[in-house]
């Protein structure tokens, strides 16, 4: 009969997941770095993937205290948003909304990493491991910075350059419509004109 499965198995699984992910998330901080046109929007991915390597170190340390090897398990969750990092990327890289879809790929990085940290963090209380608690907690706090940095940069540079496009198109449809309108009231007054001219005669 197969052993039942515990919560210190589902933290060991979820932690090797995160292991994963976390390795993934900084690969695709370096691409988001390199693709991005703004240079705050750079150094924030920037410093991040910074903060990232030490995140992993903390998550290895983490092994260490459960009495565990430091394993990753691939994160179906985190691969696909980095697959979708990358279709975004070719099909927006050369636009103005480029850094606006960045920002929101990588916050769905770190929202997903959020959620993550959150519940190790409440497992680790859970089955007494208070040192795996407090690292856990700190990279939960960087990652919540992160996503908060990343809403900043959102608002002030990416979001505004990404709607320059709209807004030209809109003034191009306002200049359209008063030529219509013009042209509109023109015919109008030559259709006025001709009602005139024959009721004259």
């Not at 691409?31 to 150094?43: D, I, S, T």
């Not at 790929?105 to 959620?115: D, K, L, S």
């Not at 709209?166 to 015919?187: A, V």
Request: glycine share 6%.
């Amino acid at each position: 009969m197969a052993k039942e499965k515990t919560l210190s198995d589902a933290f060991y699984e979820t932690l090797k997941d995160v292991y994963w992910a976390e390795k993934q998330g900084t690969r695709s901080l370096g691409k988001a770095a390199k693709a991005a046109k703004h240079p705050e929007l750079k150094k924030v991915f920037e410093n991040h993937r910074e903060e990232s390597a030490h995140q992993i170190e903390r998550l290895e340390q983490v092994f260490e205290i459960i009495g565990k090897t430091a394993r990753a398990k691939t994160c179906e969750a985190m691969k696909g948003i980095s697959e979708e990092m990358t279709e975004d990327l070719e099909d927006f890289g050369d636009t103005k909304a480029a850094d606006a879809v960045l920002v929101g790929c990588a916050q769905a990085v770190e929202h997903y990493e959020i959620a993550r940290y959150g519940t190790l963090k409440s497992w680790a209380k859970q089955l007494g491991f208070a040192d795996a608690e407090k690292l856990l907690g700190e990279t939960l706090e960087e990652e919540k910075r992160a996503d908060q940095l990343l809403s900043e940069v959102a608002e002030q540079v990416a979001n505004a350059a990404g709607g320059q496009g709209e807004m030209e198109e809109e003034d191009d449809e306002d200049e359209e419509d008063k030529e219509s309108r013009s042209e509109l009231d023109g015919s109008e007054s030559d259709e006025k004109s001709k009602g005139k001219k024959t009721a004259k005669k």
